[in-house]
Each structure stands twice: as structure tokens, then as C-alpha cells.
């Protein structure tokens, strides 16, 4: 019975190894994880673990926010913003993206709108600067910086 319990944990866990294995193996599906994971209804959890596969140890995150207030910070602190069900949809809805790569690195610049339903208005946009390296059989972001429009 022990064997079997330990079988059954092993195999979850490279279950949910690979699935998240899906989200990085492109720069594609690493930038389209990296906007679903924040995307969700009006009582959407966040899962803080499945954005932390995304970035590197110590990604930093820079923000010009809506009101043009300058913010730096590390993915940690990112997320502590973020512990609460939400009260109100939020959807980040990719409208262009522009990928350099060389070698290893890539970056990309990516034009958004946040919407409170995937298909209603847009409530603000901006774009999103994100810095990509390969390692490890896998893509990883570095850091990203976010401007949101009519704050320059």
C-alpha cells in the first residue's frame, strides 16, 4: 500500500512538472501563460505557483502604473497584491507582439488591454517590455516593465 501511495505521489508530481513544462517550451506559450495567469472572473484565485514557473530567481518586475507612479520590485512582492480572490474581473487581452531573438535571448514587446469580461471594452492599455532567456531546455522571463498608456 506504501508503494502504491508513493507511486501515486511521484506520478502527480511529474504530471504537474510537465503540464507546467507546456507553459515555457516557447516563447509563445510563455508570454500567452503569462497573461492568462493574472486573467479571471470576478472570484478568480490567482495561482501565485504557476507564474513563479514562469519567471527566473529574482526577475524584476518595473511599473509606470496608471497613475504614472514608478514601481521596482521582485516577483514576491508582485504577488502579495494578489493573495485575495478577486472582487472584479481582470483580463489581460494581448491585442500585438513584436519577438527579437538571439541565440539564448529574446525579448518582447507586447501591446495589452485589461478588460473586466474577456469580451467587454478596455478599461486601460498599455505595453509590456519582457526579456526572455533559454536555459535549462526551457524559456524563463528575466524581468518585465509595463507602461501603461496616457501615463508617460
Request: hydrophobic letters at 40%; one cysteine or more.
Amino acid at each position: 500500500m506504501k508503494r502504491l501511495a508513493c507511486l501515486l505521489i511521484l506520478v502527480l508530481s511529474l504530471s504537474s512538472q510537465l503540464s507546467g513544462a507546456s507553459d515555457v517550451n516557447t516563447i509563445d506559450s510563455i508570454i500567452n501563460t503569462y497573461y492568462a495567469v493574472i486573467s479571471g472572473p470576478a472570484g478568480f484565485k490567482y495561482d501565485a505557483d504557476r507564474d513563479k514557473n514562469l519567471h527566473a530567481e529574482g526577475a524584476i518586475i518595473t511599473r509606470f502604473d496608471e497613475n504614472g507612479v514608478f514601481q521596482r520590485h521582485d516577483l514576491f512582492e508582485e504577488q502579495k497584491s494578489l493573495t485575495e480572490p478577486y472582487s472584479a474581473g481582470i483580463f489581460e487581452v494581448e491585442l500585438s507582439r513584436r519577438t527579437e531573438e538571439f541565440g539564448n535571448i529574446a525579448h518582447v514587446w507586447s501591446t495589452f488591454e485589461m478588460r473586466r469580461a474577456p469580451e467587454s471594452g478596455a478599461f486601460m492599455r498599455g505595453v509590456n517590455s519582457i526579456s526572455l532567456y533559454f536555459k535549462e531546455g526551457r524559456w524563463w522571463i528575466a524581468s518585465w516593465s509595463t507602461q501603461y498608456e496616457g501615463t508617460e
